[in-house]
């Protein structure tokens, strides 16, 4: 199943690993916190290599913020 829709819940540290594991889709602009980029919707979301880097991201995420829905 992929992955339909990716979101960022409150209590991000900003510790930038997501940005880091896929830049594709996270972003954490200096002295904010992480946020899904706006170009991602345009993004193949569903595609197989992206949704691996996106759940990598959700999984190594410290806090535990990165939710996802799949189809």
Avoid: H, Y
């Avoid at 594709?24 to 602009?29: D, G, K, L």
């Avoid at 904010?32 to 993004?43: G, H, N, P, R, S």
Wanted: a negative charge.
């Amino acid at each position: 199943m992929g992955i339909q829709r990716v979101w960022i819940e409150e209590g991000c540290i900003s510790c930038n690993l997501c940005e880091d594991l896929c830049p594709e889709v996270f972003e954490v602009p200096l002295g904010e916190f992480c946020v899904v980029k706006k170009e991602a919707t345009k993004l193949q979301i569903g595609d197989s290599a992206l949704d691996a880097k996106i759940q990598d991201a959700a999984d190594s995420c410290p806090v535990e913020v990165i939710k996802l829905e799949r189809a």
